[in-house]
């Protein structure tokens, strides 16, 4: 299955299906021949689990960099070290990235893709079910100590490649991470589907026929939002659904000791919340959704770990906040998401209101 992607800067296609790599080797390896070098950029981990399928399906001469995984490759050092290799190397403008496993390595890569040389192809083969989200759009960053994605670009890969091989050797932490994104795609663009999930008993469950049509469907639609707004002017923000006050939470637990995933499903609730005040959302969204987290064992006790002065003060340093003032995308209803400034204590109240479910282990 094929999704295309058109941008105002390019135009790429999403391949879907499985153990579609060595399919893909040979539809690039024609212009392939143009690339001096192909250079393969994963994680640890990885590669311990995928190098003998990745060798066996990808028949070009390739190098290999081996960052560490998670959080602690989307550093300035990891950076750095794929830079110097890649000149070490003696790669060119002609040179040519993939960029093998989940969200953190492909925001790495596409970060060096776009700054080596000015910028080089790079192509997405995301390892994670997070980044069908993360693989599409653009979206290329490292994390400053001070924050978040601070330092990173806009830069479209020349293809996406969702072999959904690699899915099975993921942990049930990393399924439900990126279930969230998947519920987050969902929750912004269509009622009906977004009900589905209320069927489901737990992670551990989920079967993988349904699995891949939700996929497809989260992929097409950050496709649409991507092409209507690739540079987040307006319809790309609500895709920040749930992400205001869950990069707070990640931020403040520490990136890499709480999923992406499980700080969005924590920020959709006062995203809900939010909505129940100033859109037409039904007044038990938010709860209901809480419940149904809980259920799947999104653990919501990391909120109370967190202090509300910190979550503010790194709500303030989002990228999405702009004098002060918090942009946060809400919902008018399922699948009608807007963008409403909000203040502080606002959010506040549906701090101390979320905080008491939690601690009353509703
Ligand atoms: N660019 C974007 O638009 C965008 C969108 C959402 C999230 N993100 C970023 O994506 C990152 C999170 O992505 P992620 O959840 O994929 O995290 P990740 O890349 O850190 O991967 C999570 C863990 O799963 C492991 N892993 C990867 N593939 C595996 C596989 N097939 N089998 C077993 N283990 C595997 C990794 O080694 C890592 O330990 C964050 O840095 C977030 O900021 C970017
Ligand atoms: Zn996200």
Redesign the pocket.
């Known amino acids: 299955m094929i999704i295309p992607v058109k941008t105002t800067t390019a135009s790429y296609e999403v391949h879907l299906g499985e153990n579609i790599l060595s399919e893909f080797c040979h539809r690039i390896s024609e212009k392939m021949k143009k690339a001096d070098q192909i250079v393969v950029v994963t994680?640890?981990?990885?590669w311990s689990?995928?190098e003998t399928y990745f060798r066996e399906n990808f028949s070009l001469p390739f190098k290999m960099y081996v960052v560490p995984?998670?959080?602690a490759?989307?550093t300035f050092e990891s950076y750095f070290q794929v830079q110097t290799f890649l000149l070490q190397e003696n790669c060119s403008r002609n040179s040519v990235l993939l960029a093998l496993?989940?969200?953190?390595?492909?925001?790495l890569t596409?970060f060096v893709a776009a700054t080596f040389m000015r910028g080089i192809p790079f192509y997405q083969i995301?390892?994670?079910?997070?980044?069908h989200?993360?693989?599409?759009?653009?979206?290329?960053?490292i994390?400053h100590p001070n924050g978040?994605?601070m330092i990173?670009a806009f830069y479209q890969p020349s293809e996406v490649l969702y072999d959904f091989h690699?899915?099975?050797?993921?942990?049930v932490e990393?399924v439900r991470?990126?279930m969230a994104?998947v519920i987050k795609h969902a929750i912004i663009s269509d009622r009906n589907w977004f009900q589905e999930f209320y069927s489901l008993t737990s992670i551990e469950t989920i079967q993988k026929d349904e699995l891949l049509v939700w996929l497809e469907k989260g992929i097409r639609v950050?496709a649409h939002i991507v092409e209507l707004d690739e540079t987040e002017q307006s319809y790309r923000k609500y895709?920040n659904f749930g992400h205001t006050y869950g990069h707070a939470i990640?931020a403040s637990i520490g990136?890499?000791k709480i999923?992406?995933?499980e700080a969005?499903m924590i920020g959709m609730i006062p995203a809900l919340m939010l909505s129940e005040i100033h859109g037409e959302l039904e007044s038990s969204s938010a709860f209901q959704l809480y419940t149904l987290a809980q259920k799947l064992g999104y653990n919501f006790q990391h909120v109370l770990a967190c202090d509300f002065n910190e979550l503010a003060s790194f709500m303030l340093k989002d990228k999405k906040t702009t004098n002060g003032e918090l942009h946060f995308a809400l919902l008018q209803k399922i699948g009608e998401p807007f963008v409403k400034t909000i203040s502080m204590e606002e959010v506040q109240k549906c701090d101390e209101e979320f905080r008491k479910w939690i601690e009353e282990g509703q």
């Open positions: 994680d640890e981990h990885v689990l995928h995984n998670g959080e490759c989307k496993g989940g969200g953190a390595v492909g925001d596409g995301p390892t994670t079910i997070l980044a989200d993360s693989a599409v759009g653009g979206k290329t960053a994390n978040k994605n990173g690699f899915l099975a050797t993921l942990p990393e991470s990126g994104e950050k895709l990640e990136y890499g999923t992406h995933g969005v």
